[in-house]
């Protein structure tokens, strides 16, 4: 097999996040402690994952992070944008998820990490109240305004290239509309300042006409729209979304295959959450509500495919349920309880109690899009990154028979990619470590 040309990770990466909340400080904060030899990056791919090359007879199993050419920890510069918080210490302060222990060892370089004024609308998040908000009204204006800050950006911390993140809160709910048919339109819609245009797509139009590899950690409209994934083809650009996959969601692309794979029947699967950080609030309100919802209920229908199964999978009641709880803080607690049956149709259930931390297992993941991604634009991919699904709840993908779920035929593909641009043969069956 021939590798793909990829372009070596010289000079700095910059990695940009609209919202310095709780992931994204998270997020920083671990990469810091992971150079500075404080803590292992636990949870990340790219860092502690290895590759199967061969047969398993070969014994071949690099580090991925040795295996492809990914840019460096020590090679990040960090940046975004926040309307409320003011710089990384502050947001992850804030945040509350890590403790100050852990916070005062990194305290003046994530001090150093200082929010840029944010695009920022109310309208699309109302429980939040911005404040370090760029005072401009018109639309055209403030994707001129990011693209600006981007250059800024680039120039004053030497980048040789950047990505971007959104890490910003879930917006209202919206179906796409004509705005986003074409670039054309979105384009005309930002000059006429069309009420169809949130903050995020402004984001993400900033970075594609700037270059910049863009991926969407929230569930709400961001690249997965005509005129974005047309855009991103047109500057050469790759983008992927949506909606980090971590707590209960990641739960549940463990269990259902494992359920499929058994033949056992689902007849029910009820899942509640309660979480009391900022996200928790914001999703309080009901139409940030169903934009998570929308990005939660897709999974299983994918997965467990109600119409090739339909006695095992036709009759399923699926809940998703998230409650504001303030006392949890970050750390949430997501119920699943499952109705399954088996043998003779005779009912069994399954009940999990996941003790999670939300921005401890989203983390890694902006670590691994965000490296990834880079690497993706430097093998010269452009448009839809599906390899990545592996890290998002509601996967981007431009086939007709829509996205896979499946979280060890996601690792299959993500690993694969990589073997394939390496110019190794793919492996289909046992993955080895
Ligand atoms: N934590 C997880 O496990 C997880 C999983 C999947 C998705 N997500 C999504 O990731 C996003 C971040 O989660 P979080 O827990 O860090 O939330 P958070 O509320 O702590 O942080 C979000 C930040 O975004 C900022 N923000 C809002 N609008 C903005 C704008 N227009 N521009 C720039 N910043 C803006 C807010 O001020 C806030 O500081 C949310 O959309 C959440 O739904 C999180």
Same mark, same amino acid.
């Given at each position: ?35 500075q ?6 949870g990340?791919v790219t ?6 090359l ?19 920890l ?5 940046g975004?944008w926040d309307?409320?918080t ?18 005062a060892k ?5 001090e ?11 309208r699309?998040?109302?429980k939040l ?9 018109s ?5 001129q ?13 030497n980048?040789?290239?950047l ?11 919206q179906?796409a509309?004509d705005?986003h048919e ?10 006429n ?5 949130s903050?995020?797509q402004?984001?993400a139009y900033?970075?594609l006409?700037s ?8 569930p ?14 047109r500057?050469e650009?790759p ?8 707590g209960?969601?990641?739960m549940?692309t463990?269990?259902a295959p494992g ?9 029910g699967?009820?899942s509640?959450?309660i #979480?009391g950080?900022?996200?928790? !609030?914001?999703?309080?309100? &009901? @139409?940030?509500f169903k934009?998570?919802e929308?990005? =939660? *209920? ?7 495919q109600?119409?090739l ?8 009641d ?9 006392p949890?803080g ?10 399954i049956?088996?043998w003779l ?19 890694p ?9 880079d ?5 010269g991919?452009?448009?839809?990154q599906e390899?990545?699904s592996f890290? #998002?709840?509601?996967?981007?993908? !431009?086939?007709?028979?829509? &996205? @896979?779920?499946?979280?060890f035929?996601?690792?299959? =593909? *993500? ?15 046992s993955?080895?470590?």
């Amino acid at each position: 097999m021939t590798a793909v040309e990829i372009a070596p990770p010289t000079g700095k990466l910059g990695v940009l996040t609209p919202g310095m909340g709780a992931v994204a400080t998270t997020f920083i904060a671990g990469v810091i402690a992971a150079r500075q030899g404080l803590a292992a990056p636990i949870g990340s791919v790219t860092q502690m994952a290895h590759i199967r090359l061969g047969t398993r007879e070969d014994g071949l199993n690099p580090l991925i992070k040795d295996f492809v050419p990914l840019a460096s920890l020590d090679d990040i510069v960090f940046g975004g944008w926040d309307p409320i918080t003011s710089n990384a210490l502050e947001g992850a302060r804030a945040a509350g998820v890590l403790e100050e222990r852990d916070l005062a060892k990194i305290s003046s370089e994530l001090e150093g990490i200082v929010a840029m004024d944010a695009v920022f609308d109310q309208r699309w998040v109302k429980k939040l109240d911005g404040t370090r908000v760029k005072e401009i009204v018109s639309k055209l204006e403030q994707a001129q305004a990011l693209m600006a800050d981007i250059e800024r950006f680039r120039s004053e911390n030497n980048c040789d290239r950047l990505v971007m993140v959104w890490c910003g809160s879930t917006e209202a709910y919206q179906e796409a509309s004509d705005v986003h048919e074409s670039v054309e339109a979105f384009e005309a819609g930002l000059a006429n300042n069309d009420d169809n245009i949130s903050p995020s797509q402004i984001y993400a139009y900033a970075a594609l006409m700037s270059g910049v590899p863009f991926a969407n950690g929230a569930p709400n409209l961001s690249v997965d729209l005509p005129c974005m994934i047309d855009l991103a083809k047109r500057r050469e650009v790759p983008i992927v979304g949506k909606d980090f996959k971590t707590g209960q969601t990641l739960m549940k692309t463990l269990i259902a295959p494992g359920l499929k794979a058994r033949m056992l029947g689902l007849r029910g699967w009820y899942s509640t959450n309660i #979480l009391g950080n900022r996200d928790g !609030e914001v999703l309080d309100d &009901p @139409e940030n509500f169903k934009t998570k919802e929308m990005s =939660k *209920l897709g999974v299983l229908d994918t997965i467990l495919q109600p119409s090739l199964y339909p006695d095992l999978y036709g009759n399923i009641d699926h809940v998703v349920r998230i409650n504001y709880y303030p006392p949890r803080g970050d750390n949430k607690e997501g119920w699943d309880a499952i109705d399954i049956f088996g043998w003779l149709g005779y009912p069994m259930q399954i009940k999990i109690d996941f003790l999670c931390r939300d921005s401890i297992l989203a983390a890694p993941i902006v670590l691994d899009l965000a490296l990834f991604m880079d690497l993706a634009q430097r093998a010269g991919e452009s448009g839809v990154q599906e390899w990545l699904s592996f890290y #998002l709840k509601a996967p981007q993908s !431009e086939r007709d028979s829509g &996205p @896979e779920h499946d979280i060890f035929i996601q690792q299959t =593909k *993500l690993k694969n990619t990589l073997r394939e641009w390496m110019g190794e043969k793919p492996v289909t069956h046992s993955e080895a470590g």
